[in-house]
Protein backbone atom coordinates (compact mmCIF):
# COMPACT_ATOMS: atom_id res chain seq x y z
CA UNK A 1 0.00 0.00 0.00
CA UNK A 2 1.37 3.42 -0.93
CA UNK A 3 1.06 6.74 0.37
CA UNK A 4 0.81 8.46 -2.71
CA UNK A 5 -2.36 9.36 -4.15
CA UNK A 6 -3.72 7.62 -7.45
CA UNK A 7 -4.13 9.91 -10.39
CA UNK A 8 -7.70 9.60 -11.81
CA UNK A 9 -8.83 7.79 -14.75
CA UNK A 10 -6.87 9.97 -17.98
CA UNK A 11 -3.56 10.55 -16.04
CA UNK A 12 -4.94 14.12 -15.00
CA UNK A 13 -2.96 15.33 -10.92
CA UNK A 14 -5.69 16.21 -8.82
CA UNK A 15 -4.02 20.14 -9.95
CA UNK A 16 -5.84 19.85 -13.33
CA UNK A 17 -8.96 18.44 -12.81
CA UNK A 18 -9.91 21.66 -10.44
CA UNK A 19 -10.29 23.31 -14.31
CA UNK A 20 -11.78 21.95 -17.23
CA UNK A 21 -9.95 23.69 -20.11
CA UNK A 22 -10.96 26.13 -22.08
CA UNK A 23 -12.57 28.21 -19.15
CA UNK A 24 -13.46 31.80 -18.83
CA UNK A 25 -10.99 32.77 -15.86
CA UNK A 26 -11.11 36.14 -13.66
CA UNK A 27 -7.69 37.27 -13.20
CA UNK A 28 -7.28 40.50 -10.96
CA UNK A 29 -4.62 42.84 -11.28
CA UNK A 30 -3.90 45.64 -8.73
CA UNK A 31 -1.59 48.55 -9.31
CA UNK A 32 -1.15 51.91 -8.76
CA UNK A 33 -3.98 54.08 -10.09
CA UNK A 34 -2.32 55.73 -13.29
CA UNK A 35 -1.71 56.21 -17.39
CA UNK A 36 -1.19 53.79 -18.83
CA UNK A 37 -1.83 50.90 -16.32
CA UNK A 38 -5.06 49.33 -17.44
CA UNK A 39 -3.70 49.59 -21.08
CA UNK A 40 -0.75 47.26 -19.60
CA UNK A 41 -2.69 44.67 -18.50
CA UNK A 42 -5.17 44.83 -21.45
CA UNK A 43 -2.20 44.48 -24.04
CA UNK A 44 -0.54 41.78 -21.68
CA UNK A 45 -3.88 40.04 -21.72
CA UNK A 46 -4.31 40.26 -25.76
CA UNK A 47 -0.71 38.16 -25.98
CA UNK A 48 -2.44 34.61 -24.21
CA UNK A 49 -6.16 35.60 -25.41
CA UNK A 50 -6.64 36.95 -28.70
CA UNK A 51 -10.59 37.29 -28.42
CA UNK A 52 -9.78 38.99 -25.10
CA UNK A 53 -13.16 41.19 -24.68
CA UNK A 54 -11.63 44.87 -22.98
CA UNK A 55 -15.30 45.65 -22.42
CA UNK A 56 -15.75 43.27 -19.72
CA UNK A 57 -12.89 44.56 -17.49
CA UNK A 58 -13.93 45.75 -13.81
CA UNK A 59 -12.42 48.67 -12.57
CA UNK A 60 -12.28 49.22 -8.72
CA UNK A 61 -10.13 51.92 -7.09
CA UNK A 62 -9.26 51.69 -3.59
CA UNK A 63 -10.31 53.89 -0.78
CA UNK A 64 -8.16 56.60 -1.03
CA UNK A 65 -8.11 56.36 -5.17
CA UNK A 66 -3.81 55.15 -5.01
CA UNK A 67 -4.42 51.89 -6.12
CA UNK A 68 -6.57 50.40 -9.47
CA UNK A 69 -7.66 46.49 -9.01
CA UNK A 70 -8.57 45.71 -12.90
CA UNK A 71 -10.28 42.22 -13.37
CA UNK A 72 -9.95 40.94 -16.98
CA UNK A 73 -11.36 38.14 -17.96
CA UNK A 74 -9.39 35.51 -20.08
CA UNK A 75 -10.58 32.34 -22.50
CA UNK A 76 -7.85 29.95 -20.44
CA UNK A 77 -7.18 26.76 -22.81
CA UNK A 78 -4.32 25.34 -20.94
CA UNK A 79 -2.75 25.29 -16.80
CA UNK A 80 0.52 26.08 -18.99
CA UNK A 81 -1.10 29.59 -20.30
CA UNK A 82 -2.23 30.50 -17.09
CA UNK A 83 1.02 30.40 -15.63
CA UNK A 84 2.55 32.12 -18.09
CA UNK A 85 -0.21 34.93 -18.23
CA UNK A 86 0.53 35.20 -14.49
CA UNK A 87 3.97 35.22 -14.59
CA UNK A 88 3.86 38.15 -17.00
CA UNK A 89 1.27 40.10 -15.55
CA UNK A 90 3.15 39.87 -11.94
CA UNK A 91 6.62 40.58 -13.54
CA UNK A 92 4.92 44.16 -15.25
CA UNK A 93 6.59 46.84 -13.49
CA UNK A 94 2.85 49.02 -13.16
CA UNK A 95 1.43 45.38 -11.43
CA UNK A 96 1.72 45.42 -7.64
CA UNK A 97 -0.28 42.26 -7.00
CA UNK A 98 -1.84 39.31 -9.24
CA UNK A 99 -4.64 37.46 -7.58
Known amino acids: MSGAPTPPAGGA????ELLR????FPIKVVGVNED???H???HIA???DPHFDAAKIELR????????????TVRATSREQLDELYRALST??????VL
Open 13 to 16: TPRE
Open 21 to 24: FPVD
Open 36 to 38: GFV
Open 40 to 42: AIT
Open 46 to 48: RQF
Open 61 to 72: ESGGGKYLGVTI
Open 92 to 97: HPMARW
